[in-house]
């Protein structure tokens, strides 16, 4: 069995192995409970097959979208896309009133309920 010789290159090696080893363990340990509060703090909701009445409000929001939008204009590009895009959001919710809201836009509904609570 050979001798090993300590200098302290060697001692500053080990040391910052056990140093990285320590900071390891103790994030993992950080991320344990940090996934325990979420566990125990959201409730995940699934209905079963399909689950679309837990994505009901941006279903509809993507089949108007592409309704209305994308299959009229079809865009070529990334940036027509975009724009088309952002501009149909800025009308879907300033603009376009929604029966499922008594006749009235998205944001006028929630303006109105952030001014009741303030």
Known sequence: MGKKIWNIE?????????????????CMMLRHEKLKILFE???ISMDGRGRATDNIMIERFFRSYKWERLY???????????????EYMKHYNYE?????????TPSSVYFYRNKAVA
């Open 72 to 86: 009229l204009l079809y865009p070529e590009t990334v940036r027509e896309v975009k724009e088309i895009t952002w």
């Open 96 to 104: 376009r009133d929604h029966q499922g809201l008594s006749d009235v």
């Open 41 to 43: 703090t959201i409730k």
């Open 10 to 26: 060697n001692y500053l090696m080990a040391k910052e192995l056990a140093q990285s080893a320590l900071v390891q363990e103790v």
